[in-house]
T-cell receptor, first 112, second 111 residues
């Protein structure tokens, strides 16, 4: 089954404790992206990757890091989480940046 | 002006009616257009894609694209309470290399 997976699905953590949210896709897509979604603000892109070892900032990259060492995986790293990073996070993949994107199930992060 | 605009709603329709959702975009060279459905707390799910002017039908859903007027719409026939969700419009442009999402329209289908 073609899918995008994310882990963990729910995470409660404390300010400053480094965390990683994993994302994996099995569709051999070149393009992958991370979004956060907050009430009233819609989907906002954090980082994206056009291919292995090629990443770039989206609209709200501050406080986040990413890496793309393998085509299928695109982890999101929060080195020092803060409460304003409490949000619902989605990973997505696509064959191209302007084609339909397929979303993972989401990770609800709470930073206290 | 936002790149992709949708009325946030809520749009309320009775069960069995036609729901009409609209989206306008600003980039004239946009080439790909998508509708996603998102239930509260869940991930967006692709329901329609359209690339050329005219109508595209899939079951109860019809996407309509008018590039000259820069709008894309989604019609849902025989609306069901299970259609109650937020519908996101997304527009892609090879020129800018972006897929831009609207903020979504909330649809409520009342039994």
């Amino acid at each position: 089954e073609a899918q995008v997976t994310q882990n963990p699905r729910y995470l409660i953590t404390v300010t400053g404790k480094k965390l990683t949210v994993t994302c994996s896709q099995n569709m051999n897509h070149e393009y992958m992206s991370w979004y956060r979604q907050d009430p009233g603000l819609g989907l906002r892109q954090i980082y994206y990757s056009m291919n292995v070892e090629v990443t770039d900032k989206g609209d709200v990259p501050e406080g986040y890091k990413v890496s793309r060492k393998e085509k299928r995986n695109f982890p999101l790293i929060l080195e020092s989480p803060s409460p304003n990073q409490t949000s619902l996070y989605f990973c997505a993949s696509s064959k191209d940046r302007t084609y339909e994107q397929y979303f993972g199930p989401g990770t609800r992060l709470t930073v206290t | 002006q936002k790149e992709v605009e949708q009325n946030s709603g809520p749009l309320s329709v009775p069960e069995g009616a036609i729901a009409s959702l609209n989206c306008t975009y600003s980039d004239r060279v946009s080439q790909s257009f998508f509708w996603y459905r998102q239930y509260s707390g869940k991930s967006p799910e692709l329901i329609m894609s359209i690339y050329s002017n005219g109508d595209k039908e899939d079951g109860r859903f019809t996407a309509q694209l008018n590039k000259a007027s820069q709008y894309v719409s989604l019609l849902i026939r025989d609306s069901q309470p299970s259609d109650s969700a937020t519908y996101l419009c997304a527009v892609g442009s090879s020129n800018t290399g972006k897929l831009i999402f609207g903020q979504g329209t909330t649809l409520q289908v009342k039994p």
